[in-house]
């Protein structure tokens, strides 16, 4: 073993608070009560006015845990998705004092792992997954495990920061569900409606019951769906002046209001490439692509689409602007499209100006 000689100066040979952090975090959080953070021991030795390293942590959420990793560390800990799991990874969390917690949106799995960090104080951010995956190939990392995937989430967290949103109210969760719920007994019935033609007999008049009882789902659904809009003053405004366009109907309207709250917020520009109907040059060199939508909330296209449908006929903004663009040679599917983006730029100056439907205003 080399021996250091002791000297009047001081010597330093490795970064100490880096190993001794990763060792507390990651090998010992039973471990952590009554034991003040590496990083705020480090700061007493520093002084209070010194720079400390940003900490980015990453969670792969699944069903069965809770998977753990620090940007820039190889180091990996693992909690269970429960009650106890969440409550240990918290105070893992509280104790080390991150930056930012990345986590993936994985279709509501994550929620009560995010309550508990907001809770606690601790910020979070939930991702798209697409970025994620985007991330992990623009960097080479083409594997995927738990443990991979809670390391890219750090690292995205550091080289992308992503800015922290508040968490949807109580209120504003079961909206959410309930219009996820319309769109699933929607998706169930047509589902069903196919396999009509494929099937005879007992399993026929099965399939048949099916659909009418989950036909009286879908209806008691929007019926709830409209008490929930009635019940808050502030939603109830908002649908009336949405339902004041032609063409927007109750579905469009809760839809808006649950899953677009930044309708009103964004310029015309930022809010079509939010939802996915703004179109994006495809060009290289001298190639010379058409340009194309994709993107953006696949939970609002398509009622956005169904109204846009119903307000090129019965709109009178809407139908001229659809007749102009089949009239220069536009196929229809293309101008219903730039009718759905016309439609949402019109409820977002609605919204910004707090002003029901006229029609000199959208002319």
Known sequence: MREVRQTDRLLVTRRPWRSECRRTFLNEPEQLSGQLSPHLQERDKRGKGAQLAKLYVGVDVSKASLDMAIQGS????????????ISRAVEVLHKTEPQMVVLEATGGIEMAFVGSLVAAGIPVVVVNPRQIRDFAKATGRLAKTDKLDAGILADFGAKVNPSVRPLPDVELQKLR??????????EMITA?????????????????AHIIWM??????TDDDLSDSLKQSAIWKQKDELLRSVPGVGPVLSATLIADLPELGRLNRKEIAALVGVAPFNHDSGTLHHKRRVWGGRTSVRPSLYMAALVASRHN????????????????KKVALTACMRKLLTILNAMFKSNRPWEYEMAA
Not at 74 to 85: I, Q, T, V, W, Y
């Open 74 to 85: 190889k180091e990996f800990r693992s909690f269970p998705n429960d009650a106890l799991g």
């Open 215 to 220: 036909q009286g789902e879908l209806k008691q």
């Open 192 to 208: 069903e409606r196919n396999r009509l033609s494929s099937v005879a007999g007992v399993v026929r008049e099965r399939v048949k």
């Open 316 to 331: 009178l903004v809407i139908e001229a602007f659809y007749k102009r663009l089949c009239a220069k040679g536009k196929p």
């Open 177 to 186: 569900t309930l219009i996820a719920r319309r769109r699933q007994l929607q």
